[in-house]
């Protein structure tokens, strides 16, 4: 027996009557009558009284009408939870981000995450800022924390959170604590550790040429906390956005000297491809962490 035969026992149970039945289940009389036969070969007893005038359930057949409800209501039941774990966001959100930012910008995305989908799994690739949107692109993260470009990229959307001023962070006790002039000034005469791309180095870059000053360039890497490294070490002053000096390792040992108008503010926050893909579970998650994203702004 199957669920349908069951349904169209459990119809006839109801109207007694095979050719309103037939049509509802939509089968000709001679096929429910066909069906009822099997479900009675099957049960090893008459489910009906049957003649010329009038169809009734035997005693048999009303305990198997209970036995068919059951059955059906335990699939919908089946069925129902299966739907309410396909509803829940669950699965694994890949993460780019630097050590910086797994420190500053994604606690409180993690804490709002976790919350609001338990079941949705991190896995992050740490790495410099830099980087980001190569992980995006070649499928390493769905998500990734970065600088956000002044001009708007087709490829990705930009989810800004924090803004952070562009600083050069000096080593304190050190030779650079005390350092004066204009900005021009300071570049052209102090030693700099600068990373080697991104948009705190497209920025200099575009600032210098502009000004035409000649920095004193003695050291550049890949990373924030690779240019706070170095200028520990007194070599320099590094080129950093200031929530750098503001979270973490960082908070003691340094002294900040601005940068003036002259790099700007650094907006910072989560990129990701501008066209969702993937199978249903992926546009689950990627439709709550669009969700979780908008209420940090």
Known sequence: MDFSELKAFLELSSTLHFARTA????????ALSRVISRLEAEA??????????????TEEGLRF????????????????????E???????????ASVTACYTIMPPFIKKLSSLYPSVQLSVETGDPAGASL???????????????????DLFDCIPVRTSPLVFAASSPGPYTEVSGSPQDIVSSVPLILPKAGLARQRFDSWIKSRNVHPKIVAETEGNEAVMALAALGLGIGLVPQI?????????????????????YYNIGFIQLSKASGNQRQQKIREAVNRVLHTLV
């Open 135 to 153: 992980a995006i692109k070649e499928g390493r993260a769905e998500l990734a924390v970065a600088a956000i470009p002044e001009a708007k990229i």
């Open 244 to 264: 750098v000096l503001e979270n973490g390792p960082y908070k003691e040992g340094f002294v900040c000297h601005s940068a003036g108008n002259a790099l700007g």
């Open 65 to 84: 009408a209970d036995f068919a409800r059951q059955c059906l209501e335990n699939r919908d039941q089946l069925f129902s939870s299966f739907s309410n």
């Open 23 to 30: 049509q509802k289940v939509n089968l000709s009389p001679s």
């Open 44 to 57: 090893g007893a008459p489910l009906f009284e049957r003649n010329n005038r009038d169809v009734t359930l």
């Open 86 to 96: 396909e509803d829940e966001v669950r699965g694994t959100l890949h993460v780019y």
